[in-house]
């Protein structure tokens, strides 16, 4: 191909839906010319999370459903996904050029999780029918997932859910609460975890369901935060009818498809997934930053030290007294790809606890950092998972 205008060959089936070029020079080319005649330059502070009203998120919601829309009909949704789900079937290579050349564009970041962690979950674990059902519908933006992982009862221990889902012939009955979950008000399905053995030992007996969030006996209830936004919700399961079919993998084999999902999370907040920090250069030392805690807070950090290309130091500054001089340390790494990023406050345990995040996406943990001082805990280290 000699212009990115020569677009790409078409669906075997006949349909205008085009594949995209297989070389990665010309689907590079034909990336930024497609980028730059349909998308729009983003908002830098639009991923501001919490910060955002009800309506805001909604609209935000509606528009990348669209855009999504968009892509899929342009043959670049599903860049890395099997061509026989409606994905193009390329390599890490084309998705790699295809975040470069998208970098400052307003992309679908809230069909995120959808794309990046459960439909590569589903493509591992789900039955043929599961993933011609559903993987087309979230390429296109028609159905946005969410997890339902996290408990009231459990916080970050998985395994011990308590929400059951006890077979009755052809059906799974579901009682019990998940929360935390990110959007469930804005969704379409749910990937759930629940205990349908509870004889069994507590990583044994649990299965992951498909689960629509429209479903009789669903409640979403928004979690109102201290800032007015609502991007956190609790979900109650009053004897909701799944289907059998809805299951994921083998029945009470569910710690096995969890433990995949969360590698494919890993995999997202390393930088292989859409994330739209990824081009955010490192800070230089003195600059100051406001940590994004909204109306009331006054949550600032300055640069305490930074070394090139190596590694920074935010302190905070100006917070409540309890969180004042509170350090996060950025490690960075561009020959591996990957940062350590490590907090440190009086109370904690050892400053050993750290994330592994692609370079240059230290604006995220400052939202990790926010989303831990609202929900008033801390996770320990040793419940976290060492990536």
Known sequence: MDTAREAAMRQPDGSDRPFAPENTGDFRAYVR????????????GADRMGLGTDEELLECVARHRKI???LYGAGLAGIRYPREYGGQGLTEAHQQAFIEETAGYEVPVQLSVTLSILGPTLLDFGTERQKQTH???????????????????????????????????????VNGSKIWTTGAHVADYGMLLARTDP????????????????????????????????????????????????????????????????????????????????????????????????????????VSRSVPDKEFELEIVSADEDWRGTRVGFFLDENEGVTQVRF?????????????????????????LRRQVEHGEVVPYEDRLDV
């Open 33 to 44: 010319d497609w980028v730059r005649q349909n998308l729009t330059r983003a908002d830098p």
């Open 68 to 70: 999504q829309a968009r």
């Open 135 to 173: 993987i087309r519908g979230m390429l296109r933006g028609d159905e946005i997932w969410v997890q339902l992982l996290s408990e009231p009862s459990s916080g970050s221990d998985m395994a011990g859910a308590l929400t059951r889902a006890q077979r009755d012939g052809d059906v799974y009955v």
């Open 199 to 302: 004889d069994l030992p507590k990583h044994s007996g649990l299965s992951m369901i498909i689960t629509p969030l429209s479903a009789p006996g669903i409640t979403i209830s928004p979690i109102r935060l201290a800032t007015g936004a609502s991007d956190f919700c609790q979900e109650f399961f009053d004897d909701v009818l799944l289907p059998v079919d809805n299951l994921i993998g083998k029945e009470n084999d569910g710690w096995a498809v969890a433990s995949r999902l969360l590698f494919h999370e890993r995999n997202m907040v390393g930088g292989i997934g859409l994330s739209d920090t990824r081009t955010h250069a490192p800070p230089e030392e003195g600059a100051e930053y406001e940590l994004g805690f909204g109306p009331g807070y006054d949550w600032r950090a300055v």
């Open 344 to 368: 440190h406050h009086t109370g904690w345990p050892e400053s050993n606890d750290h994330y592994r995040v692609s370079c240059y996406c230290w604006p995220m943990y400052l939202r990790l």
